[in-house]
């Protein structure tokens, strides 16, 4: 089982340049979620998705956009990257409500 | 959001109990308490949660105090690949299942 897929792995980008993180999960989850994780900090939320067609905001939520393509695929964009948005961003989902959250590899960004 | 109070690491034996405490004294009464680990260059993955009542399942147990200020992740048996980051999280419902992490406890199992 492929669970939650995040594409790029990794990814060096330059001050201004844009991008999107993909995230797919094949579990027929309906919440979806975006986190980042800086150098010996936990994970903060960045965007969330609680169902198909449905987006809010997160802790962090400035310099991001976000889309929920599907069902399946939650896209996460940096229009204009900034050194501070280096970090590991990881993709979630869950069935709903307070059960379990199966979290992808994490894609590590660079932006120099 | 409520917050939990965790120490920053522990340390434990190979094939021991390990105790992992959790402060969380500002819990609401709906407030579901969650443990994820996050092992080295990979993503958490879910350990256990609960609400009031102690649970069990094939990875731990989680241990709840009866006013609901604190709780105990249990693992029966460190084994080396239990050496992880450990957080304690009290999720917040609103839509969906905001998870706000804190700076876990990182568990050192010695062989």
């Known amino acids: 089982n492929a669970g939650v897929t995040q594409t790029p792995k990794f990814q060096v980008l330059k001050t201004g340049q844009s991008m999107t993180l993909q995230c797919a999960q094949d579990m027929n989850h309906n919440s979806m979620y975006w986190y980042r994780q800086d150098p010996g900090m936990g994970l903060r939320l960045i965007y969330y998705?609680?169902?198909?067609?449905?987006?809010d905001k997160g802790e962090v939520p400035n310099g991001y956009n976000v889309s929920r393509l599907n069902k399946r695929e939650f896209s996460l964009r940096l229009e204009s990257a900034a050194p501070s948005q280096t970090s590991v961003y990881f993709c979630?989902?869950?069935?709903?409500?307070?059960?379990?959250?199966?979290f992808g590899q994490g894609t590590r960004l660079t932006v120099v | 959001d409520a917050k939990t109070t965790q120490p920053n690491s522990m340390e434990s034996n190979e094939e021991e109990p390990v105790h992992l405490p959790c402060n969380h004294s500002?819990?609401?009464?709906?407030?579901?308490i969650h443990w994820y680990r996050q092992l080295p260059s990979q993503g958490p993955e879910y350990v256990i949660h609960g609400l009031t009542s102690n649970v069990n399942n094939r990875m731990a147990s989680l241990a709840i105090a009866e006013d609901r200020k604190s709780s105990t992740l249990i693992l029966h048996r460190a084994t080396l690949r239990d050496a992880a980051v450990y957080y304690c999280i009290l999720s917040v419902l609103a839509g969906a299942q905001k998870l706000v992490f804190g700076q876990g406890t990182r568990l050192t199992i010695n062989p």
């Open positions: 998705s609680a169902s198909e067609g449905t987006t």
């Open positions: 500002t819990i609401s009464g709906t407030d579901y």
């Open positions: 979630a989902s869950n069935r709903q409500g307070n059960t379990e959250a199966f």
